[in-house]
């Protein structure tokens, strides 16, 4: 079967107007933006699922689910209630470059934006134990950016950017990355493979 490749990106518009754990088509909320453009794709290319990364997120994967539930779609999920630090570590094994660009939980601070999970995995898992933290932040504890994985032909570098502060709470002060300049940097020997030949070398790296 034909590989479908082109990106599909669509723009936000809505908000979180159904904060509640349940959601059903509710008007204006971002989750319409979502349902907008899976009908896109599932129009061009006539697929049948949609895998999402939800790991301890209802809330997320609820979501996911309803749309997908109007348009006729599977909803994957096979990261769903993984044991968190096993996880990231996997992933970590697994050569993603995880970056924080945003914090928001006791136990984070300023000095965390920008740095990567593999290098804050020891923290994450004592501040775990201290506090019930999330080491995949899957309670909002941080939010990331991959930067780098196998299946990436070119790396995304950050040249440029600066840390702000959103919140001042003196538990848990909320701070995100503001990218100023990016770049992509070529990865030999990735660029003029398809999907497939990526995806091919990455299994061959985990065997």
Request: charged fraction near 30%; glycine fraction near 8%.
């Amino acid at each position: 079967k034909q590989w479908y490749q082109r990106r599909v990106r669509g723009e936000i518009k809505g908000a979180p107007v159904e904060q509640g754990l349940e959601y059903s088509r509710t008007e204006n909320d971002e989750v319409e933006d979502l349902y907008e453009l899976l009908s896109e794709v599932k129009r061009e290319t006539q697929c049948t699922a949609v895998c999402s990364g939800a790991i301890f997120s209802t809330y997320q994967k609820n979501r996911v689910e309803e749309v997908c539930a109007r348009l006729g779609l599977v909803s994957i999920a096979p990261l769903w209630e993984r044991e968190q630090e096993t996880l990231l570590q996997e992933m970590v094994d697994n050569h993603l470059e995880i970056r924080i660009i945003k914090v928001a939980s006791i136990g984070l601070n300023q000095s965390h934006v920008g740095q990567h999970a593999s290098d804050l995995l020891p923290h994450f898992k004592a501040t775990s134990k201290k506090f019930g933290f999330n080491v995949c932040g899957e309670g909002g504890e941080f939010e990331s950016l991959v930067t780098d994985c196998p299946l990436y032909a070119y790396k995304i570098q950050v040249d440029k950017s600066e840390k702000v502060c959103h919140s001042h709470d003196d538990m848990a002060p909320v701070w995100y990355e503001k990218f100023e300049a990016v770049s992509l940097v070529e990865k030999p020997g990735l660029k003029d493979l398809g999907l497939r030949e990526r995806i091919g070398l990455v299994s061959k790296l985990g065997s």
